[in-house]
């Protein structure tokens, strides 16, 4: 099972959720987003190591270096950071 650490916060196992965002809310991280659906942005944090994959296309389109925590799946271990 991946591990999903979010610098300065703690880290959690992702369990086959639909995408890293849920898996971050049902462990109660305190997460940044606003509509789930690769629309907004709001979710984006810096992606520092590991990989992920896009469960969906997002409509925004992220920085360099970031990723949409609704939009991807951990493939490996990741460590994020907010931004
Ligand atoms: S919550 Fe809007 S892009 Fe992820």
Request: aromatic residues 6%.
């Amino acid at each position: 099972m991946a591990k999903i650490n979010v610098v300065g916060q703690g880290e959690c196992e992702f369990d086959g959720q639909f995408s890293m965002l849920e898996a971050l809310d049902e462990n109660g991280f305190d997460m940044p987003y606003s509509c789930r659906g690769g629309n907004c942005g709001a979710c984006a944090v810096r992606l520092i190591s590991g990989e992920v994959e896009e469960i969906q296309s997002p409509a925004y389109e992220a920085a360099a270096g970031e990723i949409l925590t609704c939009s991807v799946i951990p493939l490996t271990d990741v460590e994020i950071e907010l931004i």
